[in-house]
């Protein structure tokens, strides 16, 4: 198995405002944590993805990656609005395992998707082979329709199957409206199924529900589009471990073939994010 998405952090309060606090995940979470949890889930190597925007902790991700094995890819932060960026960019494109580039778009105005400085840093990252995870909220699918279709070139992974509004017994037509259009687009690389857990408008989990989303992505992505991940150690606040979503994900593509289980769990990671 391949997590292609997880965090890693050294915890501070200034820099971590949004994590709650005496949560699960208040504190660090360092290769030795990985390692750890992987180990236990059965999980062979991971992508992990940026969670402050700063181009320090993308060299901090990196460094890291010569310390554990098991980190096969980084994908980090950039400021792409600013007319510089290709300086830094380049700089972290020239390491064999810095595979994208993310910002928190969920965190923006819809104006943001559609900024013309914006797009012109995103379209320098194909020709450093560099793809682009896409993290929005599901009411933001109809701007980031837009900003797909303005970037053909450039390969995107969409994260957490878009955050969708998860209710019990129910699929959200409007998620599933949105993620139908972006399953047109042949630049659209990859879903991540994860970050799931966290999206829940319950007091508890229903993993029937979360079952659904899995089979609804799968159905409008195919097996050849759709990852395993994790979004540890952001699950923790919903789920008891790590080791519980990858059984969870196990169970889902238990009834596919040998070759989609073996694509979901780890082919389709290797094979989209070069690893």
């Known amino acids: ?99 994208g580039v993310r910002h928190v778009l969920q965190g923006e105005a819809d104006d943001y998707f559609l900024r013309d400085d914006f797009h012109r840093g995103l379209a320098l990252l194909p020709d450093l082979d560099l793809r682009y995870d896409l993290l929005l909220f599901q009411r933001q699918l109809p701007v980031a329709i837009q900003l797909v279709d303005r ?33 047109k687009r042949e630049n659209i690389l990859g879903v991540k199924i994860s970050g799931m857990v966290t999206e829940v408008l319950d007091p508890e989990l229903d993993e029937a529900t979360l079952r659904a989303y899995f089979n609804e992505t799968l159905e409008l992505f195919g097996p ?12 923790l606040l919903r789920i008891e471990s790590y080791q519980r979503w990858a059984e969870m994900m196990r169970s889902f593509v238990s009834g596919l073939s040998e070759d989609e289980q073996a694509a979901i769990l780890a082919a389709n990671a290797a094979r989209v994010y070069d690893l």
């Open 151 to 183: 970037q053909p070139e450039l390969g995107i992974i969409i994260d957490h199957i878009a955050k969708p509004e998860i209710r019990k017994g129910q699929i959200d037509p409007a998620w599933k409206a949105g993620m139908a259009e972006l399953a």
């Open 1 to 99: 198995m391949i997590d292609s998405h997880h965090h890693l952090w050294k915890y501070t309060d200034a820099e971590y405002g949004w994590i709650p606090p005496g949560s699960p995940i208040v504190g660090d979470f360092l290769t030795a944590e990985l390692e750890a949890a992987t180990q236990a889930a059965g999980v062979d190597g991971t992508v992990v993805v940026q969670a402050r925007q700063t181009l320090e902790e993308s060299d901090w991700l990196l460094s890291l990656t010569d310390q554990s094995d098991i980190i096969l890819g980084v994908v980090g932060w950039v400021p792409l609005i600013d007319a510089n960026v290709a300086e830094p960019l380049s700089r972290l494109a020239a390491h064999d395992k810095f595979k």
């Open 224 to 235: 050849d589009r759709v990852m395993f991940g994790t979004d540890w150690p952001v699950c």
